[in-house]
């Protein structure tokens, strides 16, 4: 992997959180190179002691030679991005393409760049933790060595799944990708009626916070589901059963709240694609 050369296309919070995992990990790539029209500070002091250059415009790496391209950028710009890039790598098979552009299909880029080697993926926030969760996607040209250059990379930031139906793909966005705010929510919520019974703010947020670190550390290290961690907390008669009583209820049932937010999230990916 030292001599594989990759450029990154976009480098915004998704692109820069990846970014941040890779350089974190053993698996170091020797050679990266960016192009960010618009780089923030966060991105500036990540790179500033690395060997890495920060490129505006796609036109200044147009001489330069790259293995593997992934694509960064938010997907309403992906078609002037292509564009741009086609005549650069139209003539190049011995390259991988890879995408984390919401909703945009590999059959979309594939019309724009032609029959190239092409992995889609989502990975989540928690990529810049190494903690990320990734799930996969190759097109028919992609090969053994593109796979073990895309599962190096992922598998540096976390964990990765390869999926070998595409529109799957919108499904794991939805629980993965979104899945980190759904937790950061349920922490908020817990922080803020915390305060309102009467504990201190920097208390409750420092109670609310450990506590989705601890149950991330029990799941991570047990064997058990998360059904039966659950009940193991959930005494016969105790406060965490009466708790439940009111999120386990017909009227308004926290599973189907999820359900329907979940499916919010898919629909707004078909409708990106």
């Known amino acids: 992997m030292s001599e594989n050369r990759i450029l990154f296309i976009g480098c915004g919070k998704m692109g820069g959180s990846l970014l941040k995992g890779i350089l974190r990990s053993d698996e170091f790539l020797k050679k ?45 710009i992906h078609e002037k991005i292509f ?9 190049n098979n011995d390259l991988l393409i890879i995408s984390i552009l919401a909703g945009v299909t590999t059959l979309k880029i594939k019309n724009l760049l032609g029959d190239l080697p092409i992995v889609r993926t989502m990975p989540n926030l928690a990529v810049s933790e190494a ?35 595409e529109e799957i793909l919108d499904v794991i966005t939805a629980i993965s990708g979104s899945g980190p705010a759904y937790y950061f929510y349920l922490t908020e919520c817990l922080c803020k009626i915390a305060v309102e019974l009467g504990i201190d703010k920097e208390s409750a947020l420092l109670i609310a916070r450990q506590v989705a670190i ?60």
């Open 83 to 91: 564009s741009q890039l086609k005549d650069k790598i139209s003539s």
């Open 131 to 165: 903690s990320g969760m990734s799930a996969l996607f190759a097109n028919r040209h992609v090969n053994s060595k593109d796979k073990k250059t895309s599962s190096i990379i992922f598998g540096s930031v976390g964990e990765y799944i390869w999926v070998k139906d």
């Open 214 to 273: 601890g149950s991330g550390d029990i799941i991570r290290a047990s064997k058990d589901s998360p059904l039966t961690l659950r009940k193991n907390v959930t005494s016969k008669g105790g406060t965490t059963e009466a708790a439940f009583k009111q999120i386990i209820n017909e009227n308004e049932d926290f599973y189907n709240i999820l359900m329907n937010a979940v499916k919010n999230a898919i629909k707004k990916s078909h409708e990106l694609s």
């Open 32 to 76: 990266i190179d960016i192009v960010e029209p618009n780089p923030q500070k966060l991105l500036l002091d990540l790179v500033e002691s690395e060997d890495i250059n920060i490129y505006q415009d796609i036109k200044e790496i147009m001489t330069f030679d790259y293995n593997t391209y992934l694509i960064a950028t938010k997907p309403q």
